[in-house]
């Protein structure tokens, strides 16, 4: 079921940055937890991104930390991803999640999705 709305996807080049955002309001208060996935072609779903709603506290997939950032706006709702240096391994359809816990990683933990928004990164 689609909750959350992503949007800020597009096509960059190599070495550049994207801002992603993720409307939340469609989140129930329960679930603390906001993450960023994504998906390559052919390749299944991983974890780039979590955030605690409540106390910001993040964890990065080893392969963006350093270039990626997520945060949240709570006025307006909203998580962000910025991406910068991006590379071309970065290509896939990004997804917002939320869900219980803390700084889970795995898919199955995030019962609460977007419809993705896709980003390419040209070599």
């Known amino acids: 079921q689609a909750q959350l709305v992503e949007s800020g996807g597009g096509l960059v080049q190599a070495g550049g940055s994207l801002r992603l955002s993720c409307d939340a309001s469609g989140r129930p208060f329960s679930r603390n937890a906001m993450a960023w996935f994504r998906q390559a072609p052919g390749k299944e779903r991983v974890f780039v991104a979590v955030?605690?709603?409540?106390?910001?506290?993040?964890l990065y997939a080893d392969s963006v930390k350093g270039r990626f950032t997520i945060s949240r706006d709570n006025a307006k709702n909203t998580v962000n991803l910025q991406m910068n240096s991006l590379k071309p391994e970065d290509t896939a359809v990004y997804y917002c999640?939320?869900?219980?816990?803390?700084?889970?990683?795995?898919?199955?933990?995030?019962?609460?999705w977007g419809q993705g928004t896709q980003v390419t990164v040209s070599a």
């Open positions: 955030i605690m709603w409540s106390s910001g506290s993040t």
């Open positions: 999640a939320a869900g219980r816990g803390w700084l889970y990683t795995g898919v199955e933990l995030y019962d609460y």
